[in-house]
């Protein structure tokens, strides 16, 4: 009978109801067992009454029988994963087949497009070394001086031979020059030995950018305070921008071409070339800051009526350059191309421990990483939990040495002889048409005025010597698009996504069909033998702690009805 209110009838039955259900069920099972020994069926199954132990080579025979029995689950096992790889290569074949036929043909031929225009874009971006390295070609063309920067604190790790070969080979015989920045950052013997022997191959100026000049803009000055780019602890005025206005005048005065003289500006990141021209302008001209590669296209500055300055790109690296070359002087770190901490590796090594050591207020460290992290320990760079960020503090190292801040230097070479691509009559050729008394005058002038740290207080650094440099297209290799390699990475996903997928749907299907066997073998689904096993897990919390003052006796006046 169906209850009020309630779905379900009940499952109460009667006494008598029950009984006859169970006499019923015990004749039929009677009935049956009479039919079956007429017919001469059986259910019994023989026992196995196994080996016996008076058989001879019993071990023998039992090892055999084992041996079989693990040959045939393995067959089972191989067949079960043969099926399994052949359902998920059905399956993809299928998916393959449906996706092609509901793709359009306009759809396809738009993605074909879009991959191509991808690929040519990994030539046309501004940050890719094929657009630098055609924009390096441009300024050496359109120029008629080239100056090459080169840092004082390590002159001839700044050098790039391919470059002056090139430079020293057109055929409108360009005037090459050699230019030291960042002079207030090495001892002044030091800075005049480095004069000494980069005067004997070109004319050399020695000079000091400014990094506190005039923006142009309100903007250009609220962009800058936000980014924090420049360091203004060494800010100042410049010096030897006089002397160089001066020898670039006079040449551009004593040409027969009333143009103007363009002079090219030229060097690996980080050596001040941007800061060179904001120095000789008076205003920001360039885009200049302590993070490398900022110069992504030449830029032309006028700076006088006479005088025009051309801003250019870095050299870009050649990657058979030493490590400490392309730790200083390449952008692999900014373009993730090498670990920052593997760089900072490379640096200590070629440096004295004890100065390091007094330079950063660090104790004794075994290595670069426990150095990094002493560093962090020092300027704060703390993650979540109070571990100390090594990135940030390579990062940092890093900048402080590509940047206007470290003072260290390298000792110049004993001997000097000239390089292959450059002759005597080549250096007299450079020196024609210069005033070299004034330059060296205005050498002299700029050196005294030059504030310079003491040795004891600079890092003395193992110069590498010159770094390669890479000018033509064809040897810098094949670049990928960021976008591109993006995409890549998304299908990789969606196809292991994919790949998961089918190992689950297999993985249900073979419990599904080991679910079936499972009933033969004991009468229940694998659902309800789980079930069984959570419902024995189950335990009752009793409390024992409390006494039951009832009597259990029966009371005849309260209990009987």
Known sequence: MKRPKLKKASKRVTCAKRFKIQKKVREHKRKLRKEAKKKGISKRVKKDIGVPNSAPFKEEVLREAEQRKRELEELKEQNRIAKRNEKAQKRKQEKEAAKAATEPKAKKQKKDKKTKQKQSTADTDRSSKRFRCRELKKVLEASDVVVEVLDARDPLGCRCPELEEAVLKYEGKKKLMFLLNKTDLVPKDNLKKWLLYLQQECPTIVFKASTQVQDRTMEEKKRRMANGGVDHSRAGEALGNTCLLELLGEYASTRDTENMLKVAVVGFPSTGKSSLINSLKGVRACHAGVQRGLTKSMQEVHISKTVKMIDSPGIIAAPSNPAVSMALRSLQVEQNEQSPLEAVGTLLKQCNQQQIMLQYNVPDYRNSLE???????????????????????????????????????????????????????????????????????????????????????????????????????????????????????????????????????????????????????????????????????????????TRQNDDDAYDFNTDFV
């Not at 590509?402 to 005597?424: F, N, Q, R, V």
């Not at 003491?454 to 650094?461: K, M, T, V």
């Not at 297999?506 to 679910?515: P, R």
């Open 371 to 545: 150095f990094l992290t002493y560093f962090a320990k020092k300027r704060g760079f703390l993650q979540k939990g109070g571990v100390q960020d090594t990135v940030l503090a390579a990062t940092t190292f890093l900048n402080d040495w590509t940047g206007a801040k470290l003072s260290y230097h390298s000792k110049p070479p004993e001997s000097h002889p000239l390089p292959p691509y450059l002759s005597d009559a080549m250096v007299t050729e450079m020196q024609k048409g210069l005033d070299m008394d004034k330059l060296r005058s205005g050498n002299e002038q700029t050196i005294n005025r030059v504030k310079c740290p003491n040795p004891a207080s600079s890092i003395g650094f193992l110069s590498k010597g010159p770094t390669a440099g890479m000018l033509n297209e064809g040897e810098i290799p094949e670049e990928r698009a960021v976008e591109a390699v993006m995409e890549e990475e998304a299908e990789d996903m969606e196809e292991g996504d994919e790949l998961e997928e089918s190992a689950e749907m297999d993985a249900m299907a073979d419990e599904e069909e080991e679910e079936p066997k499972l009933k033969k073998k004991t009468g229940v689904t694998a659902k309800e033998a789980h079930n069984s096993k959570v419902s024995k897990q189950v335990t009752f919390n009793v409390d024992i702690s």
